[in-house]
T-cell receptor, first 113, second 114 residues
Framework: GNSVTQMEGPVTLSEEAFLTINCTYTATGYPSLFWYVQYPGEGLQLLLKATKADDKGSNKGFEATYRKETTSFHLEKGSVQVSDSAVYFCALNSGGSNYKLTFGKGTLLTVNP | KAGVTQTPRYLIKTRGQQVTLSCSPISGHRSVSWYQQTPGQGLQFLFEYFSETQRNKGNFPGRFSGRQFSNSRSEMNVSTLELGDSALYLC?????????????FGEGSWLTVV
C-alpha cells in the first residue's frame, strides 16, 4: 500500500535559518505529492503540490521537487520566519479512482526570533 | 470564493452518545471526504463521497458513517461514542476536474468525548 515517511522532529530553528524537512514515499503508479501546513488550532492548508516527476512546487518561499528516482519530496525554505511555526505534513494521492490522501506523521517546526 | 465550512467547530459529547458533523464544500466541488486526526494515529482517511455515492472507505468501524446530499453538502455520524473517538474531524472537498487531485480542507470539528 501507499505510505509516507517524514522526519518527525520537532525542528527548532532561528529566524532566517535554512529549513529542510525530508519526505519519502512508497506508492503504486504515479502519485501526486503535496505539502500541507497546520497552524495551531486550525485545519490543513495546502502549501504546495507537484503532480509529476521533476515538477517543482513552490509557494510563500517554500519549495519541493518531485524526485521519482529517490521517491522523495523534501520541503525547503531559504530563510524561515517566526510566522512559519506550524506542523508540516507531506502527503500523496495515488490518483485514479482512489481519491484519498496518505499522510506522513507531521513535523512540528518552531522558529525562534 | 468561500472555502470548506464545517460545523460545529467544537463539541463535547458523553460516551455512548452519537454525534453528527456537517460540511459544506467549496462551491462547485462535488467530492467530499472526511479525515480523523488524533495525536496517536495522525491523519486517517474515513470516507469519500462523490455525487451522493460513497466511493471509498477507510479502515474504521461501522459506527462511523456518512452521507452526501444533492447540493454536495455532507454529514458524518459517529454512533455509540467512545473516548478514543475524541479527535479533530476534517472535511475536505475536491472539484473532480483538477488533474492534480488537489484536496482543500476545512477548519475541522473538534470532538471531545467524556
Amino acid at each position: 500500500g501507499n505510505s509516507v515517511t517524514q522526519m518527525e522532529g520537532p525542528v527548532t530553528l532561528s529566524e532566517e535559518a535554512f529549513l529542510t524537512i525530508n519526505c519519502t514515499y512508497t506508492a503504486t503508479g504515479y502519485p501526486s505529492l503535496f505539502w500541507y501546513v497546520q497552524y495551531p488550532g486550525e485545519g490543513l492548508q495546502l502549501l504546495l503540490k507537484a503532480t509529476k516527476a521533476d515538477d517543482k512546487g513552490s509557494n510563500k518561499g517554500f519549495e519541493a521537487t518531485y524526485r521519482k528516482e529517490t521517491t522523495s519530496f523534501h520541503l525547503e525554505k531559504g530563510s524561515v520566519q517566526v510566522s512559519d511555526s506550524a506542523v508540516y505534513f507531506c502527503a500523496l494521492n495515488s490518483g485514479g479512482s482512489n481519491y484519498k490522501l496518505t499522510f506522513g506523521k507531521g513535523t512540528l517546526l518552531t522558529v525562534n526570533p | 470564493k468561500a472555502g470548506v465550512t464545517q460545523t460545529p467547530r467544537y463539541l463535547i459529547k458523553t460516551r455512548g452518545q452519537q454525534v453528527t458533523l456537517s460540511c459544506s464544500p467549496i462551491s462547485g466541488h462535488r467530492s467530499v471526504s472526511w479525515y480523523q486526526q488524533t495525536p496517536g494515529q495522525g491523519l486517517q482517511f474515513l470516507f469519500e463521497y462523490f455525487s451522493e455515492t460513497q466511493r471509498n472507505k477507510g479502515n474504521f468501524p461501522g459506527r462511523f458513517s456518512g452521507r452526501q446530499f444533492s447540493n454536495s453538502r455532507s454529514e458524518m455520524n459517529v454512533s455509540t461514542l467512545e473516548l478514543g473517538d475524541s479527535a479533530l474531524y476534517l472535511c475536505a472537498s475536491r472539484s473532480g476536474r483538477d488533474s492534480g487531485n488537489t484536496i482543500y480542507f476545512g477548519e475541522g470539528s473538534w470532538l471531545t468525548v467524556v
